[in-house]
C-alpha cells in the first residue's frame, strides 16, 4: 500500500484569471478503484494530467508510484499487437539483447551487469509475459489472434482493451484511465466492469452509473466548491450526495436569512466603531484620554465581532455554493395529426448488396421511446439515417408519417466551429433559450465566448442536446446522446424524458438510462 498525497493544489490555465483548483488537499490509497465524477468542464482530465506532471502548478503533490494514463498516443502502430504490449510493460526486448551481450563479453564486470538485468528481468516476470498477456486477453474475451496482427488494424473495442491488460501489467504503477467505455458497446462495457473489478490502483473517469456500480471502491467527486472523497459506489455517493442536497436546500431560506442578518450585524458594527473613534474628542485633555482608553478598547471588540460576523457570512455562504443548483430541462415537442409516426416492415440495411442485420419489424406511436439496441458496427446509425431521409441501401419496407418534424441528434461533433451565436443563427434556434438550456446542464458562461471547436467533447454534445431541446419537433432521432456527457448531466436529461415522455427513438449504451427511459426495444442482430 502506498499513498498518493495532495496539498494545497492550485491550478489555472495560462491567459485565465479563474482557478480550476485551489488550495486542494487529500490523500488516496493507492489500492483504491476510484470512481472520478463530476460535471463536464469542472477538471478531472486537468486533474489526471497535473498527476501525470503535464502542467505546472502550486502546491504538492506526494507519492512513491508511477502515474501511467489511458487512453496513450500510438507512436508505431505497424509492430505487432505482441510486441506493442510488451513495449508498453517493459522494455524486455532491450533488455534480453543486453543480457546476451554481457554473455558474449563473458568479463567478471559483464556479468555484474548481467545479473542486475535479469533481476530486473525476473521482477517483471519476463519469463511468463506472454502468457500474462494471453491471460489477461482471455479475461477481456479478445481473440488472441490480434497478437500477431499489426496494432493500427484493431477495431476502436480491440484497442481499448489491449491497452489496458498492458498498463495493468505493468509494476508499481498506477492507473489513471479516463473514459474507457466511449468505444464500447453494452456487452463490451459489462466484460469491462466485470474485468475491472477484479484489479485495484487506479482514478477512473465514467459517466456510465451502472458501469462505475460494477467496478468501484470509493468515489472521487469534483463538487460545486471542492473535492471529496468517499466510500462505496457511485449509488452510494449519489444517495448521500442528494440527502445532503435535501438538508441543504431546505435550510435554504434560513440560511439566506442567516446571511442577511450577519451582514446587517457587520454593517452595524462597522458603523458603532466609527461613532467611537470619533467620540474620542472631548472639551478636556483628561477627557480626551479617558475616551479614547475606551475607544480603543471598544474599538478592539466591535472590529473582533466584525470579523467574526463575516467568517460566519462566508461560512453560511459556502453551503449555499455547494448546492448543484441546475434546474428542470424542458423539451419543446409537438403533436402530430397521426399517431402512428413510423412504420417499419422486414427492413434490412445493406452495403454493396450485402445486408448487415436480420431484418427488424416496428411500430413507432406517439408516446413512444424506442431503444435500438446491437453490438458496435451492426447498422444503428446507418438505420438513423435513414429514417431521416439519408441514401442508404436497404431491403425491406418502411413509412414516416407526412410532415413529421424530426429532430436528429448525432454521434458526431467534429463538424462543430465558429461561435454558440453563429450556431443558434445557422439552425434558427431562440438563442436566449439555446443559452438557458446550457447554462442548465452547468454549462459555463465564460464558454460562451470561446469557438465551438475548442469545447471539449462533452461540452460539444451538450450543444446539440440543447439545440433538440430547443427546436419544436414531433420525433427525436438521438444516436448515443450521453457518449462524453457527465453523469449528473445524464440524470437530467432522464428525467427531461421521464416528466415530458416525447417520442423518441434512440441508441444509447447506458443501461441505466435505456432500462428507464425506454418503453419499447428493438435488438439488431448482425447478420
Known amino acids: 500500500m502506498s499513498i498518493i498525497k495532495i496539498s494545497d493544489l492550485t491550478f489555472a490555465y495560462d491567459g485565465t484569471y479563474e482557478n480550476i483548483f485551489e488550495k486542494v488537499s487529500f490523500q488516496l490509497d493507492t489500492n483504491w478503484k476510484l470512481g472520478f465524477i463530476g460535471r463536464n468542464g469542472k477538471g478531472k482530465t486537468t486533474f489526471l494530467n497535473l498527476l501525470m506532471g503535464k502542467y505546472n502548478y502550486l502546491g504538492k503533490i506526494e507519492t512513491t508510484v508511477t502515474f501511467d494514463y489511458f487512453p496513450f498516443d500510438i507512436e508505431d502502430g505497424s509492430q505487432s499487437t505482441l510486441m506493442y504490449m510488451k513495449y508498453i510493460i517493459a522494455p524486455f526486448t532491450y533488455w534480453e539483447e543486453e543480457m546476451e551481450r554481457q554473455l558474449d563479453k563473458n568479463t567478471e564486470d559483464s556479468i555484474h551487469v548481467y545479473s542486475d538485468i535479469h533481476e530486473l528481468y525476473m521482477d517483471h516476470d519476463g519469463y511468463t509475459i506472454n502468457q500474462d498477456i494471453e491471460l489477461e486477453l482471455n479475461q477481456l474475451q479478445v481473440s488472441l489472434d490480434v497478437l500477431e496482427r499489426p496494432f493500427q488494424t484493431l477495431s476502436n473495442g480491440e484497442r481499448t482493451k489491449v491497452m489496458l491488460a498492458a498498463l495493468f501489467l505493468k509494476k508499481n504503477n498506477f492507473l489513471l484511465i479516463d473514459e474507457p467505455t466511449n468505444h464500447l458497446d453494452t456487452d463490451g462495457r459489462e466484460l469491462l466492469a466485470n474485468y475491472l473489478k477484479s484489479k485495484k490502483s487506479f482514478i477512473m473517469v465514467s459517466h456510465d452509473r451502472r458501469f462505475l456500480d460494477m467496478c468501484v471502491d470509493h468515489v472521487l467527486a469534483i463538487n460545486q466548491v471542492g473535492i471529496e472523497i468517499q466510500q462505496g459506489n457511485f449509488s452510494t455517493w449519489y444517495q ?42 472631548g472639551d478636556h485633555e483628561s ?71 436480420d431484418p427488424i419489424s416496428f411500430e413507432l406511436n406517439y408516446g413512444d421511446r424506442l431503444a435500438i439496441k ?30 413529421l418534424k424530426i429532430s436528429y441528434l448525432s454521434q458526431d461533433t467534429s463538424f462543430l466551429s465558429g461561435s454558440l451565436n453563429d450556431f443558434a443563427e445557422i439552425n434558427n434556434l431562440d438563442e436566449r433559450l439555446l443559452f438557458t438550456v446550457l447554462r442548465q446542464l452547468n454549462f459555463p458562461k465564460t464558454q460562451f465566448e470561446k469557438p465551438l471547436e475548442d469545447y471539449s467533447a462533452g461540452q460539444k454534445k451538450k450543444v446539440l442536446i440543447a439545440k433538440c431541446l430547443v427546436e419544436p419537433a414531433h420525433l427525436f432521432i438521438w444516436d448515443e446522446p450521453l457518449n462524453y456527457i457527465d453523469v449528473l448531466s445524464r440524470i437530467q436529461i432522464e428525467n427531461l424524458i421521464l416528466k415530458y415522455q416525447p417520442t423518441i427513438i434512440f441508441v444509447e449504451h447506458d443501461i441505466s438510462f435505456m432500462e428507464k427511459c425506454a418503453t419499447k426495444i428493438v435488438e439488431l442482430a448482425r447478420k
Request: aromatic share 6%.
Open 240 to 281: 448521500n450526495k442528494e440527502f445532503q442536497d435535501n438538508f441543504e436546500i431546505n435550510k435554504n431560506e434560513k440560511l439566506k436569512k442567516d446571511i442577511f442578518h450577519l451582514k446587517s450585524a457587520a454593517t452595524r458594527t462597522a458603523g458603532w466603531s466609527d461613532k467611537i473613534e470619533k467620540s474620542k474628542i
Open 374 to 403: 446491437g453490438s458496435n458496427g451492426c447498422g444503428k446509425t446507418s438505420l438513423f439515417k435513414l429514417l431521416i431521409g439519408g441514401d442508404i441501401g436497404f431491403t425491406g419496407e418502411f413509412s414516416v408519417a407526412s410532415q
Open 287 to 357: 477627557d480626551r484620554g479617558r475616551v479614547g482608553h475606551l475607544a480603543a478598547k471598544m474599538m478592539k471588540k466591535s472590529k473582533a465581532i466584525e470579523k467574526r460576523q463575516n467568517i460566519a457570512v462566508e461560512e453560511k455562504q459556502k453551503l449555499l455554493k455547494n448546492i448543484d443548483s441546475a434546474g428542470d430541462l424542458k423539451i419543446n415537442t409537438l403533436k402530430h395529426h397521426s399517431s402512428r409516426y413510423i412504420e417499419v416492415k422486414n427492413l434490412a440495411i445493406n452495403y454493396d448488396n450485402t445486408v448487415i442485420f
